[in-house]
């Protein structure tokens, strides 16, 4: 159900659930051209083209009893408050329960709408509003145009609808590109195989930590033997955290095929100057602040490599560090006739 | 040990599942380091530590630990409450301090063993 | 308690020794911030942390005798910060949880 309808943004009315079932889960096609494609989006996208245009609205002197009519009708949640274009401030649902509380439902709505009001721009890119989202708690904001005529209201929901649209269709162009290349059948090794990309962020420690997470829950599903998962998780989270604290950003990848599972971290830079120096136990170059999130004790690497049965490093200074951790799903075979200890 | 157990023994407070874990402690682990955490070898640990963030939650899933227990009342954020619900991880909020825990489930699994 | 009984009753030895070094309580922690805003004076700070800014940490609170957890290696400007301040340093092979049962006769810190 969408807010505020009608709205003139036809084309993108697409189900939600639709496009995410559009949308390859397995992005792999994708490469580090991801994240790219993302900012991209954030920035060639306005806000005006996102925002619903159509929006209702109330004017100054209507009761709050006609607010609640006009919310209830259209199931949403906030009206702005205008006249003529120009915006006056807004009700939400919160006033009206607040009136019904207190007696206040003849009064008119400027007595009690909220009139200090944070605002977009329709010309602002989405990157902007979804910072709006992100510092202030209200669910929509208002859109002016460059004259502060009301001309159109965002919410989180538009934006994210838009963007999910518009992502599949990007994925779609480039899992082509790679299609053509990548034509040959994959070596005989990995035939049966699975793999998964999860996109780690520079400074994200709220974030960081949700692929080792995610993958012990697709190891178990996938019924690996629990110890083993256990330290494919734990290598999977050492070396997420290490991107996240130590990189410009990277991607965490799990291919899963008959025998293996491997786990690799590739980042893009700034690179590691001595690789013995940083494999080894206790040395860090993290600060407090990273220290204050309970990691930087310099651990990181030497924990993956202690828990995997294959560990390789590489690093280019100013490029990239990539570091591949690989675990054995069989356990060797116990001779004939014989018991395995 | 029960989650339900720990929750009376350090005076503490279920913010996060609803208590009814079968599962038994195991393994007490008192850190805040989490790649400390990530050493153990220990199954079924209890997490005792003040850092109040959700990587405490999320390195217990990893540890696939039984609970976590976060000291000095520390406050918890809504996120960390929403990871350790979507996890599936028992998070209880405690006043005391991870040595007083440390000592008083050391008593618990002392009574508990003399019946 | 001494650093030099400390050290015995958590299985331990002392790395840097000082001068009338006692502890009256115990706070186990590893976060600095935590330990700055919860131990109190004279109280023996059990952590992982073996790094300088711990011995910054002790000086701040006023904690004379320091344990450090899993053996974890004293770098040597650690020692050095540690001697000069006056702040005994244990290391022992011990868990924070091993550590606080080996020393449950003394009270938790108070701030």
């Not at chain 1, 991209?40 to 609205?57: A, G, I, N």
């Not at chain 1, 005529?149 to 965002?154: D, K, N």
């Not at chain 1, 100013?318 to 395995?340: S, Y």
């Not at chain 2, 929750?7 to 009814?20: E, F, Q, R, S, Y």
Request: aromatic share 4%; glycine share 8%; net charge negative.
């Amino acid at each position: 159900m969408s807010d505020y309808s009608p709205t003139i943004l036809q084309g993108q009315q697409t189900n939600d659930d639709e496009i995410l079932a559009k949308t390859p889960l397995d992005a792999k096609a994708l490469g580090g051209d991801s994240s790219v494609v993302i900012m991209e989006l954030l920035q060639r996208f306005k806000v005006r083209d996102v925002m619903k245009r159509q929006v209702l609205s109330i004017p100054r002197k209507a009761t709050l009893r006609e607010a609640q009519r006009i919310l209830r009708e259209n199931h949403i949640s906030g009206l702005p408050v205008s006249e003529d274009g120009r915006l006056y401030g807004i009700i939400s649902v919160n006033d009206i329960i607040n009136g019904l509380d207190h007696g206040w439902m003849d009064d008119t709505v400027d007595m009690h709408m909220a009139s200090s009001l944070v605002v977009l721009e329709a010309g602002m890119p989405i990157s902007f509003a979804l910072r709006y989202f992100n510092n202030y708690t209200y669910g929509r904001f208002p859109v002016l145009d460059s004259n502060r005529q009301l001309v159109g209201i965002i919410s989180q929901r538009d934006v994210m609808r838009a963007l999910l649209y518009e992502l599949s269709v990007e994925i779609r162009k480039l899992e082509r590109k790679t299609a053509d290349k990548v034509a040959q059948p994959a070596p005989p090794s990995e035939t049966h195989f699975f793999r998964r990309e999860w996109a780690v962020v520079h400074n994200d420690l709220t974030g960081a930590g949700r692929a080792a997470n995610e993958i012990k829950q697709l190891l178990r599903e996938k019924k690996v033997d629990r110890s083993v998962a256990r330290r494919i998780a734990v290598a999977a989270y050492e070396l997420e955290i290490n991107i996240c604290i130590h990189s410009h950003g990277g991607v965490l990848v799990m291919v899963i095929s008959d025998n293996a599972v491997t786990i690799t971290a590739k980042d893009r830079g700034p690179g590691i100057p001595d690789i013995e120096w940083a494999c080894r136990d206790g040395t860090s170059t993290a600060n407090d602040w990273i220290r204050s999130l309970g990691f930087g004790a310099g651990m990181g690497l030497s924990n993956s490599k202690r828990v995997a049965d294959f560990f390789e490093i590489e690093s280019e200074v100013g490029k990239f560090t990539k570091v591949t951790c690989a675990f054995n799903l069989k356990k060797l075979e116990a001779p004939a006739g014989g018991t395995a200890s | 040990m029960t989650i339900a157990d720990v929750v009376k023994v350090l005076n503490g407070k279920l913010m996060a599942g609803d208590g009814t874990s079968p599962r038994v402690v195991g393994a007490v682990v008192a850190n805040d380091l989490m790649s400390d955490v990530l050493l153990t070898d220990a199954d079924d640990v209890l997490l005792l530590t003040s850092l109040a963030s959700d990587q405490a939650i999320r390195t217990a899933h990893i540890v696939g630990a039984v609970g976590v227990v976060i000291h000095n009342a520390k406050p918890l954020s809504e996120t960390m409450i929403k990871v350790a619900n979507d996890l599936g991880i028992p998070l209880v909020s405690s006043p005391l301090s991870k040595y007083d825990a440390c000592v008083k489930m050391h008593d618990a699994f002392l009574a508990e063993a003399r019946g | 308690m001494t650093a030099a009984e400390i050290a015995e009753k958590v299985g331990g030895t002392v790395a840097v020794a000082a001068d009338g070094a006692q502890a009256t309580s115990v706070y186990v922690g590893d976060l600095l911030s935590d330990v700055m805003g919860h131990a109190g004076e004279d109280c023996v700070l059990v952590t992982i942390q073996n790094h300088l800014n711990t011995i910054a940490v002790c000086t701040l609170v006023g904690c004379t005798v320091l344990v450090i957890c899993h053996s974890r290696p004293i770098p040597p400007d650690m020692a050095e910060g540690a001697a000069r301040e006056g702040v005994a340093v244990v290391v022992t092979p011990l868990s924070q949880y091993a550590v606080a049962l080996a020393l449950k006769e003394l009270p938790p810190s108070t701030h």
